[in-house]
């Protein structure tokens, strides 16, 4: 059977309350428990990971641009115009491309400031931004591996990087020494983050990361919590709504205290039978038989 719905859960919230409480006040609380619970600690269920994939830097041709300008005109090139992200180095500064018009046009973030035009000369375009999975939780930790050479990437300072960068200007290499957070793309809105050195040819990295709490937007939607412990999000809404009232309906506190014991429950099985296999939850004890007020009569603490 699979973890149930915001819809059943509410449903269920709502028949125990006698429909007393109005609809969206349940949903409300639902989602509130959802972000409550996932939020606290670092679930087994909420580890994802993926790859970063990692465009070569790009060299051919020559460009021409004349000074005070951001308008980059192209010789014997072949820029694609789906690239985002890159940056296009132009001796020692390196200047981020706001967008690539065609396989000869490029317009730069900024115009440059050389002091007279430049005409036919070589540039590199590299990409050292990447966007991070979209349910990534931004801020948290990231593990990210090199696995072509068997190294984890160390997280550099933003300040630190850039006062790195400075004294490497060109040097492109897939041997990455680290990564920065990247900050908000506007345009794509994705939050990115930065390696150093720049990548110079294709590859795949490694990133495991903390998945973001979903939200429960619609009434078919699930929270990531495995079935065995969803059981944990009625109590709590439950707990929450009947207590917010003017006067708080009889049953919260049993409700509050039943919830937190099964909380206790999740946290000490994840500390004792810590699997990385998500469906490996799914043979986990009912919340009733972990409960000590299962099926609404109060029987003990029960072995965790």
């Known amino acids: ?20 409480i109005p609809w969206g006040e349940i949903i409300q609380a639902v ?27 790009y060299n051919t041709g020559t460009i021409t641009i004349t000074d ?8 014997g090139t072949a820029w694609d115009t789906t690239w985002l992200y890159r940056t296009m180095l132009i001796g020692q500064y390196a200047y981020p491309i706001a967008s690539v018009n065609s396989p000869t046009s490029i317009t730069l973030a900024q115009t440059i400031n050389h002091g007279s035009n430049l005409v036919a000369a070589p540039y590199t375009i590299f990409q050292d931004m990447y966007p ?12 990210i591996v090199n696995p072509l050479y068997r190294y984890r990437m160390r997280y550099i300072p933003v300040y630190t990087l850039e006062r790195q960068q400075v004294w490497l200007p ?24 930065r390696f150093t050195p720049p990548p110079s040819a294709t590859a795949e990295y490694f990133i495991v990361y903390r998945r973001r709490v979903p939200d429960l937007a619609l009434l078919t939607d699930q929270s990531l919590i ?13 707990y929450q709504v009947r207590f917010a009232q ?3 309906m009889p049953g919260w506190m049993e409700l509050k205290t039943e919830a937190f014991q099964l909380l206790q429950n999740m946290r000490r099985k994840m500390a004792s039978a810590m699997y990385d296999n998500y469906s ?11 409960s000590f007020y299962a099926n609404g009569v109060f029987i003990g603490p029960t072995a965790g």
């Open 1 to 20: 059977m699979p973890a149930r719905s915001l819809g059943t859960i509410a449903a269920a919230i709502s028949r125990h309350t006698r429909g007393e």
């Open 31 to 57: 989602q509130d428990a959802s972000i409550e619970v996932q939020s606290k600690y670092d679930w087994p269920w909420t580890r994802a990971q993926a790859n970063v994939q990692i465009h070569p830097s």
């Open 170 to 193: 060109g040097f492109l290499t897939n041997f990455q020494t680290g990564f920065s957070d990247g900050g908000y793309d506007d345009a794509t809105k994705k939050n990115m983050i």
């Open 246 to 248: 003017p006067t708080p």
């Open 226 to 238: 495995p079935q065995s412990f969803d059981r944990l999000l009625e109590l709590m809404a439950e």
């Open 68 to 75: 005070q300008t951001n308008a980059v005109t192209g010789i």
């Open 132 to 143: 991070l999975p979209d349910d990534c939780e931004f801020g948290s930790i990231i593990l």
């Open 280 to 290: 490996s939850y799914s043979t986990y004890p009912s919340s009733d038989a972990l």
